[in-house]
């Protein structure tokens, strides 16, 4: 069941990763594009496009790879190039709850870089953008976006370095927020229903990483959504 989310649940969605390569019944190694290709980031800040590359499956854990690598795609020259992974056209829900379990490049006792977990619907803002977790300026914040803004906030604590658990319930009208079991923050405003798919990545941004840290392997134990 989800940890420190209460109810009666049942899983809907889940990847343990305990193979040797990824699952593509329900993952696609980059943002939009063919399932081979090198392509852009999800936001043009980033400083890493992504690349099937530097994504593995092994050790029980799903890792996302960055590396410093000039990489020019669409012509622009990015100096990093990392690992990204998306649900998109495979799995998608409205409600339930969503978690992963995750190792998070860090820096001392700060997150370095920008790795995310999030779900995003096909027509953003309008859709709706569900931020579980993004490392920003060192901390473990959450948001959700939509037309009407992108409320949210940072936890307080130490969630760099070692293994924490990254959970939200999303229902009519809220998402709640949950670090390692623990309730951090409540959005109420600007929530959307519809549906949304699963993406997990190990990104770089100059205006929103604390340190930026290369190479840096971003793990993932797993991922599982649960609905009523």
Same mark, same amino acid.
């Given at each position: 069941?989800?940890?420190?989310? @209460?109810?009666?649940?049942?899983?809907? +969605?889940? =990847?343990? +990763?305990?193979?040797? @390569?990824?699952?593509?019944?329900?993952?696609?190694?980059? /943002?939009?594009?063919?399932?081979?290709?090198?392509?852009?980031?999800?936001?043009?800040?980033?400083? #890493?496009?992504?690349?099937?590359?530097?994504?593995?499956?092994?050790?029980?854990? *799903?890792?996302?790879?960055?590396?410093?690598?000039?990489?020019?795609?669409?012509?622009?020259?990015?100096?990093?190039?990392?690992?990204?992974?998306?649900?998109?056209?495979?799995?998608?829900?409205?409600?339930?709850?969503?978690?992963?379990?995750?190792?998070?490049?860090?820096?001392?006792?700060?997150?370095?870089?920008?790795? #995310?977990?999030?779900? =995003?619907?096909?027509? /953003?803002?309008? =859709?709706?953008?569900?931020?579980?977790?993004?490392? *920003?300026?060192?901390?473990?914040?959450?948001?959700?976006?939509?037309?009407?803004?992108?409320?949210?906030?940072?936890?307080?604590?130490?969630?760099?370095?070692? /293994?924490?658990?990254?959970?939200?319930?999303?229902?009519?009208?809220?998402?709640?927020?949950?670090?390692?079991?623990?309730?951090?923050?409540?959005?109420?405003? @600007?929530?959307? #229903?519809?549906?949304?798919?699963?993406?997990?990545?190990?990104?770089?941004?100059?205006?929103?990483?604390?340190?930026?840290?290369?190479?840096? =392997?971003?793990?993932?134990?797993?991922?599982?959504? /649960?609905?009523?």
């Amino acid at each position: 069941m989800p940890v420190g989310i @209460g109810g009666t649940w049942h899983q809907v +969605f889940g =990847d343990e +990763f305990n193979g040797t @390569g990824l699952d593509t019944s329900k993952w696609n190694a980059n /943002w939009f594009g063919c399932p081979t290709c090198v392509t852009k980031p999800p936001n043009s800040a980033e400083a #890493s496009a992504y690349s099937p590359s530097q994504v593995t499956v092994g050790d029980g854990s *799903l890792h996302l790879n960055l590396i410093e690598k000039p990489t020019t795609v669409d012509g622009k020259t990015y100096p990093y190039v990392s690992g990204i992974v998306t649900s998109n056209k495979k799995a998608q829900f409205t409600y339930g709850a969503f978690e992963a379990r995750i190792y998070t490049p860090s820096s001392g006792s700060q997150m370095a870089n920008w790795p #995310s977990f999030w779900a =995003d619907g096909q027509n /953003w803002p309008t =859709d709706g953008e569900l931020d579980v977790l993004e490392g *920003l300026g060192g901390s473990a914040c959450y948001h959700f976006h939509s037309t009407a803004g992108g409320p949210g906030g940072c936890a307080s604590g130490n969630y760099s370095g070692g /293994w924490h658990t990254f959970g939200a319930e999303w229902k009519q009208g809220s998402v709640t927020y949950f670090y390692d079991g623990k309730q951090v923050g409540q959005i109420t405003s @600007g929530i959307t #229903s519809a549906p949304m798919y699963l993406i997990l990545n190990n990104a770089i941004n100059p205006s929103h990483s604390g340190t930026n840290v290369a190479p840096a =392997d971003m793990k993932v134990d797993y991922v599982r959504v /649960w609905q009523h």
